[in-house]
């Protein structure tokens, strides 16, 4: 099993669309997607956001798995191979980073998932109580979320020591159609509150009005996170597709998969915050104040709240053995670690790499990067998703649209086909859409992050 030459396979076509699914759904669907269109004004971010997802995310989904599975390798050694002796391999290394870093803070937004798996069942029962403090009372307390993160660290540092498809695989096969029917029963609850329709309208009437270079850079960004994309866990993945496994239709069914439960978490939440009288930008806390106060207002809320944050925080495990699995195959494959020492260590590191974005809501609350004014999570999460994967997903867009060429992209990619062929349209996105596009969103979007007013 961890001998250094076997690489496993998915063990079905649906292997790869499952766990490349579960990567992909996760706290930026349910979590990062509300209070980002939130934070960005609603509807109008929404559209935008919808436009990155075709024209970046889907061509870039394409490229990371046709990476993938030619190379059959890590995002480094899948560079490597693809261009021996060249300093391209850095991209890779970059994203082995960036998975790092993402997977640091992912943990701890996680721990409160966990957290509220029984914080819901005390908030949703008690007759009068303020939803927003028992959210900050979780966060800004020192230990108990580091409880939780390290539990939650634990959780997946087992799956991915277990390896890739009895670790991985078995996990999301059972998920998604119990996250899918939660949701629906969420969005009826919401949307029939007295007073949802507001929240409706925010969500789906447009008014382009305040859009300016921030909000781009916010959808670009979401759009990277909220697919995985940027960092090499799609390449990872694609890594683990079995030879005559097709790429664009795999690849459309995820980008829909997560579009999909996104704008449903959206559906869920706007409604009932404008319901319910919350702040539409309320920041990360943002489910975690509105949901459970919708639960308080349900019958058998205590059930269903419980279900949801059993299911959230079971997306966010199927999402964060993605991140540890890009650097845990790194190690396995370029340094010869075994799977197990590999998952422990990295595991370990990447736990105390996290701490200061948790403390930043207690003792390290002063903290703030010059210029940025946000806490320590929003801070990570920043670099993380404005600069680290947009640059990842433009590098290895240049550098397979033309170092190792979009050609032979193109005839690897249709070396097997199903009901999507690519072809000069993939072309012209990847060489001219997606490097454009993203270059002109980070400069204008990081340079109005510091400059603007
Ligand atoms: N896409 C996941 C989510 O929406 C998070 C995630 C998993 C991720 N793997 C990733 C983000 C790789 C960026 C890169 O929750």
């Known amino acids: 099993m961890q001998g250094v030459n076997f690489r496993e396979s998915w063990a079905t076509r649906m292997g790869f669309i499952l766990a490349a699914s579960g990567s992909a759904v996760g706290l930026g669907n349910i979590w990062r997607f509300p209070y980002m269109t939130g934070e960005h004004g609603g509807a109008a971010f929404l559209v935008i956001y919808l436009v990155a997802i075709i024209l970046i995310g889907y061509p870039v989904m394409i490229n990371e798995i046709i990476v993938g599975r030619k190379t059959n390798r890590n995002p480094v050694g899948a560079f490597k191979a693809l261009a021996p002796n060249s300093p391209w391999w850095l991209v890779g290394a970059l994203g082995v980073f960036t998975g790092f870093v993402i997977l640091s803070y992912y943990s701890v937004v996680a721990g409160w998932s966990l957290a509220y798996i029984y914080k819901v069942v005390l908030s949703t029962t008690a007759a009068e109580i303020d939803h927003a403090d028992v959210f900050i009372g979780h966060i800004t307390s020192v230990w108990e979320p580091i409880i939780w993160q390290a539990i939650f660290m634990i959780l997946t540092i087992s799956i991915i020591a277990a390896g890739v498809v009895r670790g991985i695989q078995r996990w999301v096969t059972i998920l998604m159609p119990a996250l ?180 930043g809501y207690s003792v390290l609350s002063d903290v703030t990067f010059p210029g940025l004014g946000m806490d320590l999570l929003d801070t990570y999460d920043w670099f993380a998703n404005s600069i680290f994967l947009p640059l990842g997903g433009l590098l290895t867009a240049i550098f397979v649209g033309y170092i190792w060429g979009a050609r032979n992209a193109v005839e690897e990619c249709n070396r097997t086909s199903g009901f999507i062929c690519l072809g000069n349209w993939w072309i012209i996105l990847i060489r001219y859409v997606v490097p454009v596009l993203i270059l002109t969103i980070m400069i204008m979007g990081i340079y109005d992050t510091f400059f603007g007013d």
């Open 180 to 359: 899918l029917v939660l949701l629906v029963i969420l969005i009826i609850r919401a949307v029939t509150l007295p007073g949802a329709g507001e929240g409706l309208t925010y969500y789906l009437q447009p008014n382009f009005g305040d859009v300016g270079p921030r909000t781009f850079l916010g959808a670009i960004s979401q759009a990277f996170f909220t697919l995985s994309l940027g960092m090499g866990a799609i390449i990872t993945y694609g890594s683990y597709l079995r030879q005559k496994d097709e790429i664009p239709g795999n690849a459309a069914s995820v980008v829909g998969l997560d579009t999909g439960i996104a704008i449903m978490a959206g559906l869920a939440i706007f409604p009932a915050v404008f319901a319910l009288g919350f702040a539409p930008d309320g920041g990360p806390g943002l489910v975690f104040i509105t949901l459970p106060a919708v639960f308080a207002e349900m019958p058998m809320g205590v059930l269903f709240g419980l279900l949801f944050f059993i299911l959230l925080s079971i997306a966010a495990l199927t999402s964060a053995i993605s991140l540890l699995e890009v650097v845990t195959a790194w190690l396995i494959d370029e340094k010869g670690w075994s799977r197990g020492s590999a998952a422990v260590v990295m595991g370990i590191i990447i736990f105390v790499v996290g701490l200061p974005t948790t403390l």
